[in-house]
């Protein structure tokens, strides 16, 4: 059964709940869903298609929603396949259609599927507008939102942002369509900021751009390609948006990522909590080993002060905390004071090479000095632990 987001707008959009790696690496017990909107207005429009392992059931919304008209344009935001994965079938069955994408996406449409379209294509770029009868849209580029050739779409007559991978969040519908149809903050908050620091996370300053292109328009509902639409408490979630792209933490909280082979160093982790929480400050551990990456991820863009401590394993980094690191990096984390504790038997490494990674970040400094423990923290460092306690608190206040 469809659902309307207007009274000509209708959400074509599925949910995938049998898929349990998003991208192949990102776990979804939640699923997702892959959205996709049809405009009925004097011209016939369709927003994006879905992840072909969808296909299906958005082709039977399709051609429910489309009746006996024909297809007029079809708006292409963003070439990754969870979008487009279904695109050249479309293009294939309505061969009427006119594409409209920018110059980017059109080549990655050739790459992707061996096709040229280009005698369909309207290419368009920043500015460009397309009349549809009653709405008009102006389209708006939004490179590396979350790749290059990505834009948006924003309707004049009723406020719709169509905004592509931005305002997406992991979580499938299972009926419902608007944000403030499910608890979103109690419940689906912390799979937005999972997929938003795990996905798009790196490009904070070309979400920053955005944001400020947005902030000039009458945005009454935003339509993402993944996750509900939101017509309602739009400005908290933009908040949210505008927290997580300047990289600034939401919760005055410590967050301890423990790599602990045998459990001595997950040990002095809860130690630290222990002694966190006797100063009023609220904390938690995770043990690297066994929270997934994305996760933790996501934890390191919400909490305001990071702890990372880790055993020497192989003369390096304990690999998942390795792992960890590595994909703070990769994801541009900033803004961030650190602790390390680090664990070695016999040759106590890993806070060197932990700081090496961490001092490489923008505006992330070290708090305190690395406490080393030799196999077990010993009651002789409980001095010392709570010196690195009062610094992670005084950050975290
Ligand atoms: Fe949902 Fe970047 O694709």
Redo the contacts with the bound molecule.
């Keep these: 059964m469809l659902r309307r987001v207007a009274d000509d707008l209708i959400y074509l959009g599925v949910d995938d709940v049998k898929t349990d790696l998003f991208e192949s690496v990102y776990p979804i017990p939640r699923g997702v869903t892959y959205n996709s909107y049809l405009l009925l207005d004097e011209k016939t429009v369709l927003f994006d298609t879905v992840d072909e392992r969808e296909k299906e059931a958005f082709f039977a919304n399709l051609s429910e929603a489309l009746g006996d008209r024909a297809l007029d344009y079809v708006i292409v935001h963003?070439m990754?396949p969870?979008?487009s994965g279904t695109l050249a079938r479309v293009l294939a069955d309505h061969p009427e259609a006119r594409v409209v994408m920018t110059k980017k996406a059109q080549a990655m449409f050739s790459q992707f599927f061996g096709l040229d379209i280009s005698s369909r294509v309207t290419a368009v770029g920043e500015g460009g507008t397309l009349s549809c009868g009653r709405h008009q849209l102006t389209f708006t580029l939004a490179p590396m939102v979350?790749?290059p050739e990505v834009m948006l779409s924003y309707e004049s007559t009723e406020g719709w942002l169509f905004s592509a991978?931005a305002f997406?969040t992991f979580g499938a519908l299972d009926g419902r369509l608007f944000a403030d149809e499910v608890p979103f903050e109690e419940e689906w908050l912390p799979d937005a900021r999972r997929y938003y620091a795990n996905?798009v996370g790196k490009y904070g300053t070309p979400v920053q751009n955005v944001l400020k292109k947005a902030a000039k328009l009458d945005i009454r509902k935003i339509l993402p390609?993944?996750g509900p639409v939101w017509r309602e408490n739009l400005s908290w979630f933009i908040g949210k948006y505008d927290q997580w792209s300047r990289y600034q933490a939401e919760d005055n909280e410590a967050v301890i990522f423990a790599g602990s082979v045998y459990g001595h160093t997950l040990d002095a982790a809860v130690r630290l909590s222990t002694m966190l929480s006797d100063l009023g400050i609220s904390s938690r551990v995770y043990d690297a080993a066994r929270t997934d990456l994305s996760d933790l991820v996501a934890e390191a863009f919400r909490a305001k002060v990071l702890v990372f401590a880790s055993s020497t394993y192989n003369n390096g980094i304990f690999t998942p905390m390795e792992h960890l690191l590595m994909d703070l990096k990769a994801h541009d984390l900033q803004n961030r004071p650190w602790a390390l504790i680090e664990n070695g038997t016999w040759a106590p490494n890993s806070g060197k090479l932990m700081e090496e990674i961490l001092s490489s970040l923008k505006n992330c400094p070290k708090l305190g000095d690395t406490l080393t423990i030799k196999s077990a923290i010993k009651p002789s460092q409980e001095e010392a632990l709570k010196a690195l306690a009062q610094a992670v608190a005084s950050a975290a206040e």
């Design positions: 963003h990754e969870d979008h979350h790749w991978d997406g996905i390609l993944h």
